[in-house]
C-alpha cells in the first residue's frame, strides 16, 4: 500500500461523505509527516453508521470484502492484493468513540482528543493521536515493524511507549 493509493482511498471516502481516520502504520507515518516503512495494508477508523458509503466506495474501487471479523473489524481486499482494515466506531455526543473489541464488556476507548491530523504525501488527512496509537500496541508481543513504529513515536514526540 503505497502514499498514492492511501490517498485515493481518503478522496473516495471523502467524496462518499464518509468520514475516517488513519491508524496503524500509516497513520503513525501520516503524524510524522512521512513514510518511514513499507505498510501492507491501511488501517481506518469510521463511523460505524456511515459503514454502507465506506463499503459502497471501496466496492466501486474495486475493493471486495475478504475478512469479516464484526462488530470489531472487516477487512477489504483489490484484485492486486491491497487491504484495507476497517474499524467501525459509535460517536458519543462529546466526541468520544467506542469500538466493539473480542471482549464485549471491554470495547475499546478513544477520547475526543484521539482524533487529529496528521499528513500524507504533503496532504493533511485525518487520523489517530500518538497517545492512541501507543494504547493501541499494548497487550500483545510486538512484531518488527511494532517496535519499528513506537521507537518513532519516542524519537519524534518524546512519549512513553513499553516496549
Do not use: K, N
Request: hydrophobic share 40%; proline share 6%; net charge negative.
Amino acid at each position: 500500500m503505497d502514499a498514492d493509493e492511501v490517498l485515493r482511498i481518503l478522496d473516495l471516502l471523502r467524496r462518499a461523505r464518509a468520514e475516517v481516520w488513519v491508524g496503524g502504520g500509516w497513520g503513525i507515518d501520516a503524524l510524522v509527516g512521512e513514510q518511514s516503512r513499507e505498510h501492507r495494508d491501511l488501517d481506518l477508523m469510521h463511523r460505524q453508521e456511515q459503514e454502507p458509503a465506506v463499503v459502497a466506495a471501496l466496492a466501486a474501487a474495486g475493493y471486495v470484502e475478504s475478512l469479516d471479523l464484526r462488530p470489531v473489524r472487516f477487512v477489504v481486499t483489490d484484485p492486486g492484493g491491497r487491504e484495507v482494515d476497517l474499524h467501525p466506531l459509535v460517536f458519543g455526543g462529546d466526541g468520544s468513540a467506542v469500538q466493539a473489541s473480542g471482549v464485549p464488556e471491554r470495547p475499546f476507548g478513544y477520547p475526543a482528543s484521539a482524533f487529529v491530523t496528521g499528513t500524507v504525501g504533503g496532504t493533511a488527512v485525518p487520523c489517530l493521536s500518538a497517545g492512541q496509537q501507543v494504547f493501541f500496541h499494548q497487550g500483545y508481543e510486538p512484531t518488527e515493524r511494532d517496535r519499528h513504529d513506537m521507537a518513532l513515536l519516542r524519537r519524534v514526540f518524546g512519549i512513553a511507549t513499553h516496549f
